[in-house]
């Protein structure tokens, strides 16, 4: 008999290792595997990669690193040299403490350099990583028997058929942001990739997106039906938002906190913000930049800087790159309203949320998840992200306007740590899985 809710059900989370950065679903993995063994499952979360980087206690650091980037690498490079190499010398190259030496050379690498790496990996036992595949499925055969591997992306898929036939579990996969990586690939990896992970998503038990949006995305790109996938909005260890504002400044600050990228839209809200600056408005207002700083994007946030030196107001813009939790906390707390602009396609929005846990409103293009997030939340409003001077006049509305602020911070924040916490969403998560098995 499979598990029921109030049974122990056995799983295995796989997530991939970023090097040296933070990443999104590093993050909402290791929150939701707390959450679901607090549930009173046993479940235990599998690096993959490199080991993980997080701003919270490390739930895998018990568990080995399994396709370490080395034996990955090489096994691409040179497929039949590589598996000849003792089995000791590779669980060697896939050691915590030499994978962690190597996560800043790793932060470096552009993903549209992967191409053909990726299809690999898709293609499962038919990739050059069937050595690294096999050891994986033997290791949670014998040391784990998981009644369900949960994938934290569709980029992991390629596992998915040699470990449910090796381990009899069921599987689950999360989407998000898979459209915005694979479609960086070059041609003819980017439609090999596609199509690969199109017949692998077929054969997954269970299948969840963050958002309605990017549930209906990903149903259009998958060729899935609708009911196919499943919609469990995310949620975040709220813990430390208690909602306390540092002292304030006579200047209002607008904030950023993403990626620091032209994805994100940051050089959408710099330009917004020197315009807000020059129409003199809101005086002396300040500007915040916080989030992840890759070094590919180093030269872009280098030349922001040089624009907003030449317009006169790069005194008046701090940057913040890669915090820490607190940091982080401590960053959003002392802002006004934080916008975050962003261009492409996004599935959530983490930084909203965390935004409106700490108590600041935010201001939204009315594009991919953030209606949804904002009409849920009550914290924010939202602009037509087409018509050229809609965020400068959204900015400098809501700048202007104490009450309104007041009123999107109490809504946002009442729901992010009623709605949007991580236990909510480990409950919606875990009844869909147990439903599925």
Known sequence: ??????????????????????????????????????????????????????????????????????????????????????????????????????????????????????????????????????????????????????????????????????????????????????????????????????????????????????????????????????VVHNGINTAGFDGKRLPEDAALTLGFFARMCTAKGLDVLVDAFIEVRKRGNVPNLQLKIGGNLNPWNEPFVGELKQKLESAGFLQDVHFYPNVSRTEKIEFLQSLDVLSVPAVGNEPFGFYVIEALAAGVPVVLPSRSAFPELVERSGGGVLYLPDERLALVEALEALLADEAKRRELSQSGRRNALEYFCVERAARESMDLIVSSI
């Open 1 to 230: 008999m499979p598990p029921t809710n109030k049974e122990c059900l056995k799983m295995i989370q796989l997530t991939p290792g970023a090097g040296e950065m933070y990443c999104g679903n590093c993050l909402r993995d290791n929150a939701l595997v707390v959450a679901w063994n607090q549930l009173g499952h046993d479940v235990s979360m599998l690096p993959l990669y490199l080991p993980l980087t997080l701003d919270e206690p490390d739930q895998s650091e018990h568990i080995p690193v399994f396709f370490g980037g080395v034996n990955v690498f090489m096994s691409h490079k040179l497929p039949k040299l590589w598996r000849l190499i003792p089995h000791r010398l590779r669980r060697l190259l896939d050691a915590r403490s030499f994978l962690k030496s190597l996560g800043k050379r790793v932060s470096k690498t552009d993903p549209a350099q992967v191409g053909d790496l990726t299809v690999s990996m898709l293609k499962g036992e038919e990739g050059n990583q069937l050595r690294e595949l096999q050891e994986l499925a033997d290791w949670l055969q014998k040391e784990q028997k998981p009644d369900v591997i949960s994938f934290s992306n569709a980029l992991l898929l390629g596992m998915s058929s040699h470990l449910r036939k090796v381990t009899g579990a069921k599987t689950v996969c999360f989407l998000t942001g898979e459209d915005s990586f694979l479609d960086t690939l070059p041609e003819p990896h980017r439609t090999q990739a596609w199509n690969l992970v199109r017949d692998h998503v077929k054969q997954i038990d269970l299948l969840i997106a963050p958002s309605r949006y990017y549930a209906d995305l990903m149903t259009e790109r998958l060729g899935l039906p609708k009911e196919r996938i499943h």
